[in-house]
Every structure is written in structure tokens, then in C-alpha cells.
């Protein structure tokens, strides 16, 4: 049995029924829900914010994985605990406070035990985040550029998962997730697994197809 996280995007679900799609894709057997939040500034679009995460966590009972694509997201890190964020992911490039965003998260978010994410573009080198390992639960490689469903899976990094994966076994102790967003496909998510991925978001590619269960198991199987 594949040990492998598949996380929905519901960025790419039909959002005039996105709790019934979050039901859906819970039922054939995804493991998290994934909420792609975007601002219109840190990238292009605009998603959704706080109150349909909180109708998505009244639908499903699974972990809800919040990925803030927003710029200075430490503005807005309660309002998405308070709606039912399990995990909570800011980019590295969105925040000059890094350290205080994922603190701030673990101390807001005790009661739940939320935990903190932290998002890397793909331009963006694993040192960037190399002084916060202690406070990071799950990092989240981006292998397409924010903002868009539906792009090209980025090669290059796989290259990136692998450095990483060999600085936190040098390092010791828990490793956090390790997470992969942007054109997974059955065909490419076991290069992506073998270097060391180990929860995979998957938007169009599950919301486009015509059984989800099917896509899903593909995905794990893969």
C-alpha cells in the first residue's frame, strides 16, 4: 500500500459546488484537502479566502492544507487557523519574517495542533529557509511557477527535493512533509517520489478527469 499523501487542489474544482467537490474527492480517497489562496499581488489570480475555508472544513473532516500565496501573510495567519487550517504554508519569498510567521503559527494554532508550512518558488535555492528547519512541519516545493492550474511540471526541481532530503538526513531528528505542487501526473509522480516527496498536490488532473477515484488511485499507484 503506497504511503503517499494525495492532497486535491480545489483551486482547480467547480467552485459553484466546492463543498460537494471536496466531499467527492474525499470519498475516492484523498487523503487532504489542499486551498490555494491567492491575493492577486504575490501572484496574478485571486482564489478565495478565509469563510470558504471554513466551508470546505464543515464538509470534510480530512486535514485541510492551506497554502497562502499571499504577500505578507503573517496579516492574515489567525483568520485561516480560526477557519480550520491543519497545516498553514507561507512562502519564503511573501514574508520578510519568516521565523515570526511560523512561531506565530505554532502558538495561535496550540490547541489544534495546526502545523507550519513553508513554500518555495522554483527559482528559489533550499538555503533561503536552511535557519528555520526547527520550526517548519512541511515544506511545499512548487514545480510550476504560482498562480496558474493546469502548467508543465518544472524538471529541474527534482534536483531541489533531493538537497533537500539529503540536508534534513544529515541534520537529524523529524523530517518535516515534503510536499510537491504543480503538474503531478500518474506518469511523472514516481521520479518525483523517489527523490524524496512524499505528499503530492494534484488540481486538474483529479478535477478534470471523469472518475476521481480512478485518478486518485492512479496517483498513489503511479
Request: include cysteine; proline fraction near 5%; aromatic fraction near 8%.
Amino acid at each position: 500500500m503506497s504511503d503517499r499523501i494525495i492532497a486535491p487542489s480545489m483551486l482547480s474544482c467547480d467552485f459553484g459546488r466546492i463543498a460537494e467537490e471536496a466531499q467527492a474527492v474525499v470519498e475516492a480517497g484523498a487523503d487532504w484537502i489542499h486551498l490555494d489562496v491567492m491575493d492577486g499581488c504575490f501572484v496574478p489570480n485571486i482564489s478565495f479566502g478565509a469563510p470558504i475555508v471554513e466551508a470546505v472544513r464543515r464538509a470534510v473532516d480530512v486535514p485541510l492544507d492551506v497554502h497562502l500565496m499571499i504577500d505578507q501573510p503573517e496579516r492574515y495567519l489567525e483568520d485561516f487557523i480560526d477557519a480550520g487550517a491543519d497545516y498553514l504554508t507561507v512562502h519564503v519569498e511573501a514574508t520578510r519574517h519568516l521565523h515570526r510567521c511560523l512561531s506565530h503559527i505554532h502558538e495561535y494554532g496550540v490547541s489544534r495542533g495546526v502545523k507550519a508550512g513553508v513554500s518555495l518558488n522554483p527559482h528559489t535555492p533550499v538555503c533561503a529557509f536552511s535557519d528555520v528547519l526547527d520550526d517548519i512541519d512541511l515544506v511545499l516545493f512548487m514545480s510550476v511557477n504560482p498562480g496558474f492550474g493546469g502548467q508543465k511540471f518544472i524538471p529541474q526541481v527534482l534536483k531541489k527535493i533531493k538537497e533537500f532530503r539529503e540536508l534534513i538526513a544529515n541534520r537529524g531528528g523529524d523530517a518535516p512533509v515534503v510536499m510537491v505542487d504543480g503538474g503531478i501526473k500518474p506518469h511523472n509522480i514516481g521520479d518525483v517520489a523517489r527523490v524524496g516527496a512524499n505528499a503530492f498536490v494534484a488540481g486538474s488532473v483529479v478535477f478534470g478527469s471523469k472518475n476521481y477515484a480512478e485518478t486518485i488511485t492512479a496517483l498513489r499507484n503511479g
